[in-house]
């Protein structure tokens, strides 16, 4: 009798998936189409508009052209025209309102981040700069900073400046931005 108890349990919900997929009528079953492969007529058709030139609505003749003779890319301003003293305060606000910590850096090489002296991965030159002092610790005003800027452009007239904000709890560089260009 045992035999015949589990021989029902495992035919039942055979049974009922078999009178559950019974209901379905057969305008379901046959309304998801066989996929046919691509059709190029449809997708390349001949009559697509051609465009003779890029347009770009009537922003086209606010776009500018990067002049990339002397303008080395070193950190995440490095597009955009040199930073005003009020927009480098702005910015060095912001990082002490994130708690990060303010540092100057400088270096003499003229091309940024490269891989001159040697092409094997993960080599590059220009990754260390030299540390103008020592981090501003305890750095509440944009100004402190400002004046060590001016003091490190008169003291290396001849070098790139940069401002690095670093975050003293995950030991980490957070942000850094090109401050000052070789005269």
Same mark, same amino acid.
């Given at each position: 009798?045992?035999?015949?108890?589990?021989?029902? %349990?495992? &035919?039942?919900?055979?049974?009922?998936?078999?009178?559950?997929?019974?209901?379905? %009528?057969?305008?379901?079953?046959?309304?998801?189409?066989?996929?046919?492969?691509?059709?190029?007529?449809?997708?390349?058709?001949?009559?697509?508009?051609?465009?003779?030139?890029?347009?770009?609505?009537?922003?086209?003749?606010? !776009?500018? &052209?990067?002049?990339?003779?002397? !303008?080395?890319?070193?950190?995440?301003?490095?597009?955009?025209?040199?930073?005003?003293?009020?927009?480098?305060?702005?910015? &060095?606000?912001?990082?002490?309102?994130?708690?990060?910590?303010?540092?100057?850096?400088?270096?003499?090489?003229?091309?940024? &981040?490269?891989?001159?002296?040697?092409?094997?991965?993960?080599?590059?030159?220009?990754?260390?700069?030299? !540390?103008?002092?020592?981090? !501003?610790?305890?750095?509440?005003?944009?100004?402190?900073?400002?004046?060590?800027?001016?003091?490190?452009?008169?003291?290396?007239?001849?070098?790139?400046?940069?401002?690095?904000?670093?975050?003293?709890?995950?030991?980490?560089?957070?942000?850094?931005?090109?401050?000052?260009?070789?005269?």
């Amino acid at each position: 009798m045992a035999s015949v108890v589990a021989a029902s %349990s495992a &035919v039942a919900p055979a049974a009922a998936f078999g009178a559950a997929s019974s209901g379905v %009528s057969t305008s379901e079953a046959t309304s998801v189409k066989a996929f046919s492969g691509l059709k190029s007529a449809t997708l390349f058709s001949g009559n697509a508009q051609t465009l003779s030139s890029v347009q770009n609505g009537s922003r086209v003749q606010c !776009m500018q &052209v990067w002049n990339p003779i002397g !303008m080395t890319k070193f950190e995440t301003f490095s597009y955009l025209p040199p930073l005003s003293d009020d927009a480098i305060a702005k910015q &060095v606000e912001y990082m002490i309102q994130q708690k990060l910590i303010p540092c100057l850096e400088f270096d003499v090489n003229s091309n940024g &981040v490269s891989r001159v002296n040697n092409s094997s991965p993960g080599y590059y030159d220009g990754r260390y700069w030299t !540390m103008w002092k020592l981090p !501003m610790f305890g750095c509440q005003d944009s100004a402190q900073v400002l004046r060590e800027i001016e003091e490190c452009k008169t003291t290396f007239p001849g070098c790139y400046v940069r401002v690095l904000g670093f975050d003293n709890v995950k030991q980490v560089q957070i942000c850094g931005f090109l401050v000052a260009r070789p005269n």
